[in-house]
């Protein structure tokens, strides 16, 4: 049996998280889950809102399931997303971004796989303020960092099946910094002559991604173009309630939507369970449960197809029947 981390996060994480699990169970697959708290909600008794159990088990189970987690601001915490990144060297953001049956979108066929270097470029936080008029962000980037993002993507493309890798940079003006990013990106590809090469500058991608989003397949970018074009992506997919994420490292993997814990509804059950159940499909992958990640996707699809869907999405089904209408079809 899987024995993996369940973070049931705060806000509307326990709702979501008490939905996921119940789905994943209806499915027939036994997962042990070791469930840890984290956030706002375990600050006045711990003293942090990522304290080291949470870590440990991470390290224990080297697979987590993360529902939203709020760190509380000007109460000079670290944040828990960017911690656990750093602290698991989490260096690949991977976020897939597929239409949904009846999610309405502008585009159909859409169904691109972002990659997103997580541990360097402008994100490094080497500033300096010179003088009151003048600060300056360091923007860096190496070769190991780039390599293993660029492998990370090929090996993702030639594991699901995917046909195209496409290096976004703007390397035409930051010749040195992207120039290495993409001089990686080339070196990497030779070792995977299945996989089909792209170049594209990131100002000129996000102009085909609104007008044409469907000629692109995965795609590699380093941490802040990431950052950017994974959000864009996800608003093309129907936005946040429906847009899952993972953080992944040599060692652990952190599998999280991308909402945060959305405060307004907490606690009234008409949060959409959706971005993180798609989070928890891709774990199951990872951890090689095809079988059960493909059961769930097709119960998940059936259900909106039947237009049961939460009023993020235009329904008026509450969190707990679009679940059970999941795993009634299990
Ligand atoms: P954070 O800083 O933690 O990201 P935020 O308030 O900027 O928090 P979210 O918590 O993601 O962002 O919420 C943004 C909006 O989207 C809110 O109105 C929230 O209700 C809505 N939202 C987010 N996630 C969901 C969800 N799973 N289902 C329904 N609505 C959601």
Redesign the pocket.
């Known amino acids: 049996m899987h024995k993996i981390t369940l973070i049931n996060g705060d806000?509307?994480g326990p709702e979501?998280s008490n939905a996921v699990v119940d789905i994943i169970k209806a499915s027939g697959l036994d997962i042990d889950w070791d469930i840890q708290t984290a956030g706002a909600d375990v600050i006045e008794t711990e003293g942090t809102p990522l304290p080291q159990r949470v870590l440990d088990s991470i390290k224990r189970n080297k697979v987590a399931l993360k529902a939203?987690v709020?760190t509380p601001i000007g109460k000079g915490f670290r944040s828990v997303n960017v911690q656990l990144r750093k602290d698991l060297d989490l260096y690949a953001n991977l976020r897939p971004c597929k239409n949904l049956p009846n999610v309405k979108t502008r585009f159909d066929n859409v169904d691109i796989i972002v990659v997103r270097e997580n541990t360097e470029d402008l994100y490094a936080g080497v500033e300096r303020q010179v003088d009151a008029d003048k600060a300056e962000s360091i923007k860096i980037i190496t070769r190991k960092a780039s390599n293993r993002i660029c492998r990370f993507a090929f090996d993702y493309a030639v594991k699901n099946g995917r046909k195209e890798v496409c290096c976004v940079t703007k390397a035409n003006i930051m010749k040195l910094s992207d120039g290495l990013f993409l001089d990686t990106y080339r070196n990497v590809a030779k070792d995977y002559p299945q996989i089909k090469q792209r170049e594209i500058l990131v100002d000129n991608l996000c102009m085909q991604l609104v007008q044409n989003p469907s000629q692109f397949d995965v795609l590699v970018l380093p941490n802040l173009y990431g950052d950017i074009v994974s959000d864009l992506c996800a608003g093309l997919i129907g936005g946040?309630?429906v847009a899952q994420g993972a953080n992944i490292g040599l060692d652990y993997a952190v599998f999280e939507?991308v909402?945060?814990?959305?405060?307004?509804?907490k606690g009234q059950n008409?949060?959409?369970?959706t971005?993180l159940l798609l989070s928890a499909i891709e774990m199951l992958k990872y951890i090689g449960e095809d079988f059960y990640a493909e059961k769930i996707e097709k119960a998940l699809y059936k259900t909106l197809e039947s237009g049961i869907c939460?009023p993020?999405l235009g329904g008026n089904a509450t969190t707990t029947e679009f679940s059970k209408s999941i795993i009634n079809i299990l």
């Not at 909402?259 to 509804?265: E, L, M, N, Q, V």
């Not at 008409?270 to 369970?273: F, L, M, S, V």
């Open positions: 806000g509307i979501i939203p709020t946040l309630g939507p909402h945060g814990s959305a405060p307004d509804i008409k949060a959409n369970p971005a939460t993020d």
